[in-house]
Each structure stands twice: as C-alpha cells, then as structure tokens.
C-alpha cells in the first residue's frame, strides 16, 4: 500500500553513516541533557493543576506518570540502540510503519514541542511577575499578565518571552556543555533547598484527606503532571552524537527519569505537607476544573482577603516557601525558575522548527520551510512560523490547558515507539539489538495501555484538540506530502550541501566542534 511507503532502517543509518555527527557525549552528560530537559515548568508550575485535580494524592500521580515514562523509555531504549540517529519518533515511525503514521506522528511531535514551548513561556511568566512583585515591589497588572481563561486580557511577559527565544533561534544560539551542566546544578540545588526548608515542617494532617476526588482525580493529575516528565526523549535525540549509544542511550533515560521521580516524590510531599494541597471546590461541592475561569475567580476572591492556596499560584514551589517563613529562599527559587525555563523554552523551540525542517527535507513539507538564512545558517522561515504560532497560544491559554494539549501529541508519539518496537521484533528479529527491552511482550503493551489511558483522563477539549490537529496535519499530507515526498519519488536520502543547517547543541564538548554544513538529520 502507498500509505506504507517505509524508509528503511539500512538507508537512514547509511544516510547517518555518510552525514554523521560528531560523537563526544557520555552517560552522565546524557543524563544531565535529560535532567535539563525534564525538570522545568512541570515541577515549577504544574504542582499547582495536580494538587486541584488530585489533592495530596498527586503523589501518587507523579508515580503512575514516572511509570508510564518508564516503561516508554525502555522501548525508546531498544530503539536508540538500533537507530542510534537523530530524529526520534518520527524517524522510528518512518523506518518500521512507513510514511503515513510518521507523517501522524512528526505532526504530534509539532503540536509535543510547540505548545510545550508556550506552557513554559507561560510558567516563566507566572515566576517572573512574583519577582518582580515580592523583591522590587514591581506589579504587572493582572489583566496583562494572565490570557482570558485565567481573568485577564493578555500574558505580556509570556509574548517577550517566546518573542525572545525566537531571536537567538534565528541567530543560531548555541549551549556548551558547561553551561547545560551549570543551569542543572542551579534547578537541582534550587529544588534540593526547597526539600531540606519544607519536609522538617510538615504537618501530617495536611496529607489528609488524602484522596479528595477519588482515583479518578489522581489518573486526571497524572495526566497533565505527565508533562513534567516530557523531556526524556530529548536523550534519544542525542543518539547520534553519543559515544557508545548502545549503552550511553539507555543508561541516560532510565537514569533521569529516575533522578526526577525522586526529587518530584519529595517536593511534591514538602509542598503537601508544609501548608496543604487540597483542591477548591464549587458552591455544589464539586470540583472546579483547573484552567477555568470559575476557578480563576474563586482565588482571585481568596486573594482579595489575603489568601493563597497552592491550587491559585502561578509559582507553586516560591509560594510554599514564602508561606513558611523563608521568603528570600523563594524569591530565590523564583529567580531560579526564572533563569532557568527560557532555556526549556528554547530547547521545546528548537525540537519543533528541526522536526518541521526535517520533514521538509524528506519532502513532506514545502521546500520553503527548510531554506536556510544565507548568514546564520538557520531555518529562518520555519522559526518564525512556529514563533508566531508559540507566541500566541502563550499570550491568551493557562498553563494547565497548554502542557494538557501538548501531552495528548505526546501520549500518540510514545504509543507508536512502543508499538514499533513489538512490530520489529516480529518483522525484522535477527537485526541487531545491542540493548534490548527486557520483557518485550509485558513492557510494550504496558507503555500502550498506559499511554491510552493518560490520554483518556485528560480534559475534553485536550482530547479533541489532537483528532482537530491530526485532521489538518491530513489535509496538508493528502494536498502536499502525498505526492512529493522523496520516498515515493525514489529519493531515499537527503541531498546534502547547503541545505544543512548547524545545530544547536544543548551538549557538546565544544561548540565548535561540527561544521555549519551538518545537522541534526
């Protein structure tokens, strides 16, 4: 069938072989990459939308989360090790189901990566206008800091942000080693203070009722706190520039995946425990949805008489602990989060233009959105495509909404590795596998039931925005891709030359170290 052009898995690694990237990356530098990328607005923000769904019982949601994570990670694992390309889930999807569901599913890693880019625009915002506001004594008002869904008129800070972020994307900013490794040190230190000051205050009675809205509300929070774990598969991105990826790959997803879970089972308890995570309900007493606007005017009423709730604030983890006496601390857990997250956003940018480009050079997409500026070498039109669509869904959606539609493009890309990963070992069982997921036939359907079931609890409108984007993403394929992409026409490889772009590298033991003529491909 036409729907199953494949692009094998002999023409991508040979295509890697000839345009390969250097290879400087260890496990431990794989596993910084994947702490950097994994720890950002989800443990900053989004404590705060777990917490209104689940109530103390978020800690259970950051497990069933970590698990999904987990068992997705071991797939992607096998995957890595046998591709060990750039590309992801849509160069595996590519290789083992063919061009129409790689096509689906580098269409739901546009729709992972851009709208997590505006999330994490969103929750810089929410930090930066609490330090403005607790160490200047600067207010933004509140209609020009929050988008309509959240009370307000427009997210400014969020707007300057991605506009921000989309500049050094077009001049071609580039991140060291040191600095990705200095930038990760802060979060842990910062997230490590925060255990030490909160967990000696903790106050069992806080924890109870531990379960306010039932099991249902604790799979609902592991639903959106999924998103803070959604970063690992930056990890797999690097396979292509790792030493030893057989064993490096692996060792770097399982590892901070783990590292993440542990700090996130220990916030999320001094935050529960030192001043109380139950959710706020309706006159009805049922529970109000977070990102609504019933929500948004109950606690700006809190407000009005001087309280917070941590299901109200916009940075959870400084609120806590200026609630418990340590107001520099979290001023300086806001600063943290403030330095820290436009690098999240640039890395969620950066994985959204090159997914875009990459289509494009395999004929997918117009050729236009893969011409490169003649003096920065970038994919200058793609990044001011994706830019503007960023910067609006940052200006006028809550954070909640943003990570909710950006995990249902997630869950779909996760399902498809788990699921490639089973069709191969069936189709092609003698190639080798240098690291194999243990217990294929248990891991596998595992990843694919957990993922259905996350993207079953998520809100409604999350799950009918990823059908919507699916639709168009089908339109343009059937008007465009159909016809011109290279597999069909027989053109299996990139072509090479100045269509290659320098990459921005969140790893490397140099910046300097790769040719402004090679890419991630």
């Not at 496990?27 to 607005?41: N, P, S, Y």
């Not at 929500?295 to 916009?314: N, T």
């Not at 943290?336 to 990459?358: C, E, K, N």
Request: charged share 10%; hydrophobic share 55%.
């Amino acid at each position: 069938m036409i729907f199953w052009r494949v692009k094998s898995l002999d023409a991508i690694l040979a295509t890697a072989k000839k345009k390969s990237l250097h290879r400087s990356l260890g496990a431990w530098q794989l596993t910084l990459l994947g702490v950097g990328a994994i720890i950002g607005t989800g443990i900053f923000v989004l404590t705060a939308e777990a917490a209104q769904k689940a109530g103390p019982g978020m800690m259970l949601s950051f497990v069933i989360a970590s698990l999904v994570c987990i068992v997705a990670a071991l797939c992607y694992s096998e995957l890595s090790s046998m591709v060990p390309v750039s590309g992801s889930a849509y160069t595996y999807s590519y290789a083992v189901l063919g061009e129409f569901v790689a096509w689906l599913v580098g269409w739901a890693l546009m729709l992972e990566y851009s709208v997590a880019a505006s999330a994490v625009a969103v929750g810089w915002s929410g930090y930066f206008v609490g330090l403005l506001d607790n160490s200047l004594g600067i207010k933004i008002p509140f209609a020009l800091a929050n988008g309509p869904f959240a009370g307000g008129i427009i997210n400014l800070p969020a707007i300057f942000i991605c506009i921000f972020v989309v500049g050094l994307l077009v001049v071609g900013t580039r991140e060291s080693a040191a600095f990705n490794a200095v930038l990760v040190a802060i979060k842990i230190a910062a997230l490590t203070l925060f255990i030490v000051l909160t967990l000696p205050v903790a106050n069992i009675d806080n924890f109870q009722p531990f379960l306010p809205l039932g099991e249902a509300g604790v799979i609902a929070a592991a639903s959106s706190i999924f998103f803070a774990y959604v970063g690992f598969d930056a990890v797999s991105t690097a396979a292509e520039e790792t030493k030893d990826p057989h064993r490096n790959v692996p060792i770097g997803l399982i590892a901070s995946l783990g590292i993440c879970t542990f700090f996130y089972l220990l916030i999320s308890a001094g935050a529960i425990g030192s001043i109380g995570a139950q959710p706020l309900l309706d006159s009805t007493g049922k529970n109000l949805i977070p990102g609504s606007l019933a929500l948004a005017e109950q606690c700006q009423s809190l407000a009005a008489i001087g309280q917070q709730p941590l299901v109200c604030s916009r940075e959870a983890l400084a609120l806590v602990l200026r609630e418990i006496g340590w107001e520099k601390f979290g001023n300086l857990l806001g600063l943290t989060a403030f330095l820290a997250l436009p690098s999240v956003v640039l890395m969620m940018l950066y994985g959204q233009t090159r997914i875009f480009f990459v289509m494009s050079r395999d004929g997918l997409l117009p050729e236009i959105l893969s011409r490169i500026h003649a003096r920065f070498k970038t994919p200058h039109i793609v990044t001011y495509v994706t830019g503007v669509g960023v910067t609006i869904a940052a200006a006028f959606f809550p954070v909640g909404k943003l990570a909710d539609i950006s995990n249902s493009g997630t869950l779909f890309a996760f399902m498809i590795v788990a699921l490639s990963v089973m069709i191969l070992r069936i189709k092609d069982k003698h190639r080798a596998r240098p690291f194999r997921t243990p217990a294929i036939w248990l891991i596998g359907p595992l990843a694919v039931v957990g993922c259905i079931t996350l993207f079953l609890f998520l809100p409604n409108d999350a799950k009918l925005v990823f059908p919507i984007w699916s639709g168009i993403g089908l339109i343009f394929y059937f008007l465009y891709g159909y016809r011109k992409s290279h597999v069909a026409r027989g053109i299996d490889t990139p072509s090479g030359g100045e269509d290659m772009i320098a990459p921005i590298r969140p790893l490397a033991d140099s910046a300097q170290d790769i040719p402004p003529s090679k890419d991630r491909n």
